[in-house]
């Protein structure tokens, strides 16, 4: 049984900068995709990032030139450097594999 957890949100000011992270465990993480998710208050549930298994990178418009995600497979770890944040950002962020997600941490952006 795989459990996600992640940890790091927070309140950050417009402009500065978070790291999100989703420890995995209870299978071969390097097996697979990793993608992080987001969801604001009265808003779907929104793709934001996600990383192959061998480590190729892809990002949703909104987020891109911004965010970087990133993955250890010796630490079954992922995670998601937000920089430059803004308002818009604000929102749960959800670690996601294969049909699981994670509890979610909350980010919010704010002055």
């Known amino acids: 049984q795989v459990q996600l957890v992640e940890s790091g949100g927070g309140l950050v000011q417009p402009g500065g900068s978070l790291r999100l992270s989703c420890a995995a465990s209870?299978?071969?993480?390097?097996?697979?995709?990793m993608a992080w998710y987001r969801q604001a208050p009265g808003k779907q549930r929104e793709w934001v990032a996600r990383?192959?298994?061998?480590?190729?990178?892809y990002y949703a418009a909104s987020v891109k030139g911004r965010f970087t995600i990133s993955r250890d497979n010796v630490k079954n770890t992922m995670d998601l450097q937000m920089n430059s944040l803004k308002p818009e950002d604000t929102a749960v962020y959800y670690c996601?594999?294969?049909?699981?997600w994670g509890q979610g941490t909350q980010v919010t952006v704010s002055s």
């Open positions: 990383i192959s298994m061998s480590g190729d990178t």
């Open positions: 209870g299978s071969i993480f390097s097996f697979y995709i």
């Open positions: 996601y594999r294969d049909g699981t």
